[in-house]
Each structure stands twice: as C-alpha cells, then as structure tokens.
C-alpha cells in the first residue's frame, strides 16, 4: 500500500488458503490498546491461514487419491481415451466428501472454537478502542469549549 495510506488493504485471495490476505494500517501514534487489538487481528489472520492451507492441501490430496483408487477398481485410468479426463459421478464425490467430513469433523470443532474464541477477543477489544476514542474526542472537546 501507498505510505499514505490510512486503511487496512486487502490482497488477492492466497491460492493455497483461498483466504484474502490483509495488510494491516498501522497508526503512527497507535495506542498499546490499539495495537493489542491489530496484533490479535494478525494473529487471527495467519491461523486462519494456516489452517485453511492445511485443510485444502489434505482435501486435495485425499481427493485425487480417492479419484484414483475408484477409477483404477473400474479399470479405468485418469487420463481416459480420446483425450477426456476420467471422472467420478455425483454420487460416488458425495462419498469422499462425507467420509473427508467425518474423518477431520473434530478438527473442525477444534478450529470453529479458536475462531469464535479470537473473535470475541477481538470484539472486545474493539469495544475497548472505540470506548477510548469516544472519550479521548470528549475530553479535546470539553478542554476546547472551555478556552
């Protein structure tokens, strides 16, 4: 971003994650409370980042495998005749997904209770920014109207 600036960029999605990185403003006189609530935003960032890279690389992965072990008990072969790809229909994907599902269900129970645990951290450092600011604004005023 421009060294002028004065907001929170967002970058293209990342293609291991699909998340949309952001690049975080930083306020030449940030506040320690301030800066408590962008670093716990970053640090909410990058383990969303870390585990939504993980997941999708495993999900790949099984996916092709599970693709593969199918086609090959058919007798087919991934790159089928006439030079079209051999795939699986609906009904045998639903497989992989539910089993994909309910093999790393607690891992996902694991991460909605960080996720909702971060995000109540930040939301509550938000309140406690916002609260400052709304008081920092009315102590300049009442000091301005006073002179």
Same mark, same amino acid.
């Given at each position: 971003?421009?060294? &002028? @600036?004065?907001?929170?960029?967002? /970058?293209?999605?990342?293609? +291991? @994650?699909?998340?949309?990185?952001?690049? *975080?403003?930083?306020?030449?006189?940030?506040?320690?409370?301030?800066?408590?609530?962008?670093?716990?935003?970053?640090?909410?960032?990058? %383990?969303? #980042?870390? *585990?939504?890279?993980? &997941?999708?690389?495993?999900? %790949?992965?099984?996916?092709?495998?599970?693709?593969?072990?199918?086609?090959?008990?058919? $007798? =087919?072969?991934? $790159?089928?005749?006439? /030079?079209?790809?051999?795939?699986?229909?609906?009904?045998?994907?639903?497989?992989?997904?539910?089993?994909? =599902? @309910?093999?790393?269900?607690?891992? +996902?129970? #694991?991460? !909605?209770?960080?996720?909702?645990?971060? !995000?109540?951290?930040?939301?509550?450092?938000? /309140? #406690?920014?916002?609260?400052?600011?709304? =008081?920092?604004?009315?102590?300049?005023?009442?000091?301005?109207? /006073?002179?």
């Amino acid at each position: 971003p421009p060294a &002028h @600036s004065r907001n929170d960029w967002i /970058g293209p999605p990342d293609r +291991h @994650s699909n998340l949309r990185p952001v690049i *975080f403003y930083v306020a030449p006189e940030e506040s320690p409370l301030e800066r408590r609530l962008r670093e716990a935003r970053q640090e909410a960032q990058a %383990c969303d #980042q870390r *585990f939504w890279a993980r &997941h999708n690389l495993a999900f %790949c992965r099984e996916k092709e495998e599970f693709i593969y072990s199918r086609l090959k008990a058919k $007798g =087919l072969e991934m $790159g089928a005749e006439r /030079g079209q790809k051999a795939t699986l229909n609906a009904e045998e994907m639903a497989d992989f997904y539910k089993e994909f =599902l @309910s093999k790393n269900f607690r891992k +996902h129970m #694991q991460y !909605n209770r960080d996720w909702y645990k971060r !995000n109540f951290t930040i939301t509550f450092l938000m /309140g #406690q920014v916002a609260l400052a600011r709304a =008081l920092r604004k009315l102590r300049w005023k009442k000091k301005n109207v /006073g002179n």
